[in-house]
């Protein structure tokens, strides 16, 4: 079993509809948690990064942890076709965990 | 420059031949990592550099995979005798790690794109 489970997709979804992704994890040492977005042919970047368990809202994104579940969700409002990416979660731990794993990323098309 | 960079960006090469892959972290930042990324697939860990501790190894998926880190700064990867299933980007990233905190934001490089022939 991996330690860090993403749903590959891919998902489709029309212009303006809620998106919703989400990973599972195994490492309960893990409390640092992070969503990247790739683009085709780019290194990925930083969208959302959340510590523990909690909400995290940034502008249309919305990151939640749940720790007793071990798992993490990123909600897309009003999405649009420049979302259209692969979404990879990821996460680490404080001390000897604190190497970045990655899940296998979902690919989001947002079509007009 | 600002950023991590990668050379080359694109490396063809013929199957045995050895490669050297160069990552330059954003200076000041203490970690730095190596993934694999298939076509299609998601990240897949390769090796972990953190400030003067040794490295985590544990990705590397074999012994023709190495990588070293000179001066806390610059990394190479190097595959020797290489494969066609070693045909993928190759990514570098680098952070800040604070004792408390963990890991920071990771900044990755634009890759370099391994095929093998």
């Known amino acids: 079993q991996k330690e860090v489970e993403q749903d590959p997709g891919p998902l489709s979804v029309p212009e303006g509809a809620i998106v919703s992704l989400n990973c599972t994890y195994s490492?309960?040492?893990?409390?640092?948690f992070m969503w990247y977005r790739q683009y085709s042919r780019k290194g990925p970047e930083l969208l959302m990064y959340t510590y523990s368990s909690g909400n995290k809202e940034d502008g249309r994104f919305t990151a939640q942890v749940d720790k007793s579940s071990k798992y993490i969700s990123l909600f897309i409002r009003d999405s649009q076709p420049s979302d259209s990416a692969t979404y990879l979660c990821?996460?680490?731990?404080?001390?000897?965990?604190?190497?970045?794993?990655f899940g296998a990323g979902t690919r989001l098309a947002v079509h007009p | 420059g600002a950023g991590v960079s990668q050379s080359p960006s694109n490396k063809v090469t013929e199957k045995g031949k050895d490669v050297e892959l160069r990552c330059d972290p954003i200076?000041?930042?203490?970690?730095l990592y190596w993934y694999r990324q298939s076509l299609g697939q998601g990240l897949e860990f390769l090796i972990y550099?953190?400030?003067?501790?040794?490295?985590?190894k544990s990705g590397l998926p074999s012994d023709r995979f190495s990588a070293e880190r000179t001066g806390g700064s610059v990394s190479t990867l190097t595959i020797q005798r290489t494969q066609q299933e070693d045909s993928a980007v190759y990514l570098c990233a680098s952070s800040w790690v604070t004792g408390g905190r963990g890991n920071t934001e990771a900044f990755f490089g634009q890759g370099t794109r391994l095929t093998v022939v």
């Open positions: 200076s000041g930042h203490t970690a």
């Open positions: 490492n309960s040492a893990f409390q640092y």
């Open positions: 990821a996460m680490s731990g404080p001390g000897g965990y604190n190497k970045l794993i």
């Open positions: 550099f953190q400030g003067n501790s040794a490295p985590d």
